[in-house]
Every structure is written in structure tokens, then in C-alpha cells.
């Protein structure tokens, strides 16, 4: 009987569409959690920042009304876990009083 001979194989290279899929699997592994914390980061500076509000809503909001005399009025809010209000506004000294002992 004689011997068979058995061809033997070099290493296996891989083909050129395995390193794309690896590549593409990497960067979503590694990629889409770096992208989601960059994300949050940007959504989450904005939080409790202080924004132009209406008057109007500010003073209903704080149980109260502007002086009829009121004038420059500024009013801003800011949202996250407590709503903060604030009215900025001139006025005579005249009402004040009256405007104080209403509110």
C-alpha cells in the first residue's frame, strides 16, 4: 500500500469584506456609546438654563399681576427638576405700596 500524501494548506486569509463588517461592528460597538454620551452632554447643558418667558404666564405662575404702572418688564423661567420664575420690571414709587399690600 503506498502512502498518501496529504496537500497541505497555507494559512486562510481572510477576505477583503470581513475586515469592512469588522470595522463596522467595532465602530458601532464602540462608537455608538461615545455618540449617545456626546449626545446626552449637548442635551443635558441646556437643562435649568434661564429662558425668555411671557410676562404674563410668569406673574399667573407666581399668583400675582404687574403693577398697571409697570414698565421695562423682563421676565424669564427656568425648567429641571423646579421651575424658576423671575420678573424684572420698573415702576413709580407711587403704587408701590398698593401694588405690595394686593400682591
Known amino acids: 500500500m503506498g502512502e ?9 486569509k481572510a477576505r477583503p469584506w470581513t475586515w469592512v ?5 467595532m465602530t458601532v460597538v464602540c462608537g455608538g456609546p461615545t455618540a449617545l454620551l456626546a449626545w ?9 438654563e434661564a429662558k425668555p418667558a411671557d410676562c404674563a404666564d410668569v406673574m399667573t405662575f407666581a ?7 409697570a414698565r421695562d418688564a423682563r421676565c424669564t423661567a427656568a425648567h429641571w427638576q423646579d421651575t ?3 420678573a424684572g420690571f420698573r415702576t413709580g414709587r407711587a403704587g408701590v405700596g398698593a401694588w405690595l399690600a394686593s400682591t
Open 40 to 48: 446626552g452632554a449637548m442635551a443635558w447643558d441646556e437643562a435649568g
Open 4 to 12: 498518501e500524501t496529504v496537500a497541505k494548506r497555507g494559512p486562510v
Open 84 to 86: 424658576r420664575v423671575v
Open 21 to 25: 463588517w469588522a470595522t463596522v461592528v
Open 63 to 69: 399668583r400675582g399681576t404687574l403693577p398697571a404702572d
